[in-house]
């Protein structure tokens, strides 16, 4: 999706935080200097084009209990069977196939750091191959979203 | 949470996380809607919602993009071996460049010996390159490996539901941890 000037400085400026207060889009348009309607308008179609993940609180995952990133070096043949095991845990809630011989890295979320570890006991005992656990010792930025620098 | 949270205050927070946790209506009065289906006036839900932001449940209220839609189609999760002492100033820095989304310091393995993780994104491969070729400059000889894992797919993606039906009581409201 193509964005125009005030959709692209309305993603800048807000996707780290929105005003709390009773009327947040108004103040919102009026620190961008356009009206509610517009700023509506540019949500919205962003929402219809699939480009806005939503509105509102960001909760924080990470005193929800335990996370943390785990990776895989599946071999080719089998990287389907093994990242389809791996997607159907509600516990995982990301999964991506990377370019290493580690190629399937996922985040596991789960109520207590012995959940997660019970979780990749499973998972090495039935694929025979052994996880990389990678819990995160210190967050120097968190899921902030980053600048859409350079927008056309 | 708070000791000192009421029952009453316990479960109007749990009901909020249901109604908000993928999302709001994109309605002009967002906070009155919340309110009424909380039944509180829009004054204690702000107040609400700033309790749960100041003790940090909240992370923040945002307006959330989806950057793969908006054209941020590659990613690369760059890592780094970097040497523990200067971790505390270094994690610091690359953390704050705005093209990284998530910088975490993370354990060394056996085999795996890189400490640092940072996640960049752009629109196209020369992008994330550049981005990448610019991290190492910051970290210098401090870092003693590098590699950038590029995602070939995106086999799962979905927001974490902290409510979900498998758990009796959201974890956020849970204790002892």
Redesign the interface.
Known sequence: MELDELTARLIDRYQHGMPLCAEPYLEMANTLGCSEKELMACLQRLELAGALSRVGPVFDHSRAGASTLAALAVPAERLEQVAARISRYPEVNHNYAREHHYNLWFVLTGPNRRHLEQILEELEKDTGLVPLDLPMLTSYRIDLGFALGGHP | MSVCTSRFDETLAQR??QL?????P?V?????WLAEQLGIS?EST?DL??R??AE????????????Y???YRHNG?TVWDVCDEQ?PRL??L???Q??????????R?AD?PYNL??MV?GRSREEIDSYREHLRFLLGTASRAD?M????????????R?A?P??SR???A?EG?
């Open positions: 909020l996380i908000t946790e993928s999302g709001l994109l002009e009065d967002p906070w009155t829009v702000l919602l700033k749960l932001q940090g449940a909240i992370r923040r209220i945002a307006a959330v993009p989806n950057h839609r908006l054209g999760m971790m994690g610091e690359i953390g704050a705005p093209f990284v989304s998530h910088c975490y310091r993370r354990p393995r795996w993780f940072a994104h590699e894992l590029v995602s070939s797919r995106i086999l799962k993606k979905t927001g974490l902290l979900s498998r758990s959201s974890w956020l849970s941890r």
